[in-house]
């Protein structure tokens, strides 16, 4: 054990000495940093440490049980293998805040009690804006403005809901809240907020595809997990959230197809596989926790690296819209197998990670009599498959011949993804090692005949229906458009609103002033007649009416002295 540290503290001075390196050496020492902090975190054994009193209340920075420990070591796993893939970037800002938001990441994974979770909520929050930020473009400064406001009002709402909770029930431990208080209720919200709950997603697509090639790595880790994570452990088995879960499985599916930024494919991507935690979460079994917990850890792995090989098409032929791409397997052939990889594991095919994970949500939803749930989640299944197992490697790597002629990225980049793609490989075919690490006793068995028959099925007729769509012509084409997404309308209707009320204001300000302008100029008018001629301080006032002022203004001395 590297002294018993806390994790987010190795991170945090990490982060600070490498501002302090020359540029050329940030990547390697940034790569130690998280090395060094996957080592010190992988010995620490289960236990509360580094509490500290502040004030009344006692902040907890170390809470090492066996939820936190699993997303803990996803966490340190996943900030090596983004670092490895950013370690050619010569940014101080990128480098600086990947490690701050990887540290924040786990020390909100370790945080006891609300307050801690706060800080540490708020940390990711701004050090994202910087990864967004650092692409430096108009548009990428935006969008990182409006992630960050949202971000903010998640941790606003926290802190608000925490505060609440503490009147309702006198403790500020973060463990299982519910929704049977008000508190409980805000700081659900705060979590949906950071999970891209319907109609709260629009920042995660918005922002993502801004980033640069490697802090859209970074990015498509820490947040939405860490989102997962607190749902599990503060509202395990809310039912809300098995409906809200199978919504967000269904719709991204949608708006993915018609999407021709790929980036921005696998971000609706995203949406759709958190779906599938969440539905987990609310139904509230420890099979399905189980299963929400692994998919989890098999997401950052199967999306990082999907994220990752885009990344790579991105750094290299500066495109990523599926109009302007094509036929790179012939300059890029590594980079297009390990996309597969990535894709065959999303899409849950035997011997693959997706596979031993995703199939226990869906097994629990059928074994608690949701059957509904169950179609929608199977039809998610098969709908991830279009647009993020084939659609994906097929419009960015394949289809019609761009013309692009590259070389492949990187051996950094490569390596980091093939660490990600071996990793993939292995729990799909050994998932007895990653169910060894899960919260809950798994007696699930993911290959059965059944299980492996069906899911193959499923898979099949997904691809016979893409080949015919498109042979067909009636697969909706790639096209050099702006999807518009809900979050159209609340940006639309808060500026709207925003302008309506500054009219407002200004119409009530000059009211305002000219109500006090009148008012002044009466007082104004009433002194100046009191001076003018025949005014009253303008007469000749006689030697006994100034004694009785004199008197009277004597007496109210001595009686406010005396009282």
């Not at 596979?355 to 989640?377: D, I, Q, R, T």
């Not at 011949?401 to 980091?416: F, K, Q, V, W």
Request: proline share 4%.
């Amino acid at each position: 054990m590297i002294g018993n540290v806390p994790p987010f503290l190795i991170f945090l001075v990490g982060a600070f000495l490498t501002f302090l390196l020359p540029q050329h050496r940030q990547g390697w020492f940034s790569l130690l940093v998280t090395l060094v902090a996957l080592a010190n975190f992988a010995t620490l054994p289960h236990g509360t440490y580094w509490q500290v009193q502040m004030l009344e209340y006692q902040l907890t920075f170390g809470r090492i049980d066996t939820l936190g420990y699993l997303f803990g070591l996803m966490f340190h796993i996943a900030a090596v293998i983004a670092t490895l893939f950013a370690l050619h970037v010569r940014d101080p800002v990128q480098n600086l805040a990947a490690l701050l938001y990887a540290g924040g990441a786990v020390g909100a994974v370790a945080a006891g009690d609300l307050i801690t979770l706060f800080i540490f909520w708020e940390v990711m929050a701004v050090a994202s804006t910087f990864l967004i930020w650092a692409r430096r473009s108009a548009q990428s400064n935006r969008t990182g403005q409006r992630y960050l406001l949202v971000q903010v009002t998640s941790g606003v709402l926290l802190l608000a809901g925490a505060a609440a909770h503490l009147a309702e029930t006198g403790s500020i431990a973060f463990n299982q809240i519910g929704l049977g208080t008000f508190g409980g209720t805000l700081i659900f919200i705060a979590f949906g907020i950071k999970c891209a709950f319907p109609l709260l997603h629009g920042w995660l697509v918005d922002a993502y595809p801004q980033s640069t090639p490697t802090g859209t790595v970074f990015l498509c880790v820490f947040t939405t997990k860490l989102a997962v994570y607190a749902l599990a452990r503060g509202f395990p088995g809310t039912e809300i959230l098995i409906y809200l879960g199978a919504t967000m499985a269904m719709f991204p599916i949608f708006y993915a197809v018609i999407e021709n930024d790929l980036r921005r494919v696998l971000s609706y991507s995203m949406i759709n596989q958190i779906g599938f935690m969440v539905c987990g979460i609310g139904l509230g079994t420890e099979l399905a926790l189980n299963g929400a917990v692994s998919h989890a850890f098999n997401d950052v792995l199967f999306k990082g690296l999907l994220f990752m090989s885009m990344g790579a098409v991105l750094h290299m032929t500066g495109r990523i819209n599926g109009t302007d791409l094509g036929g790179l397997y012939k300059s890029m052939p590594i980079t297009t197998a390990l996309c597969i990889v990535g894709a065959a594991s999303i899409s849950a095919f035997p011997l693959f990670s997706g596979f031993v994970s995703k199939s226990m949500v869906m097994a629990a939803a059928a074994e608690e009599g949701h059957s509904v749930v169950f179609l929608l989640l199977l039809f998610a299944s098969a709908g991830v498959f279009h647009h993020a197992g084939i659609k994906i490697p097929y419009f960015a790597f394949f289809g019609h011949d761009s013309g692009i002629r590259t070389r492949e990225p990187p051996i950094n980049m490569l390596i980091a993804m093939a660490v990600a793609a071996g990793f993939c490989v292995f729990n799909g075919c050994y998932p007895w090692i990653l169910y060894g690490l899960l919260p809950w006793e798994v007696s699930y068995q993911p290959y059965t005949w059944s299980h492996i028959i069906s899911q193959s099925q499923l898979l099949f007729f997904s691809a016979l229906a893409f080949s015919l769509l498109m042979t067909s012509g009636l697969y909706p084409p790639e096209m050099k458009l702006i999807n518009l997404d809900v979050d159209w309308l609340y940006r639309r209707l808060g500026l709207s609103l925003i302008r309506a009320t500054g009219r407002v204001i200004i119409i009530m300000w000059t009211e305002c002033l000219g109500i006090l302008r009148g008012s002044l100029e009466e007082v104004l008018d009433s002194a100046n007649s009191l001076a003018r001629p025949g005014g009253v301080l303008a007469r000749t006032w006689s030697t006994a009416t100034g004694a009785m002022w004199v008197l009277v203004i004597l007496a109210a001395y001595l009686l406010l002295y005396y009282r």
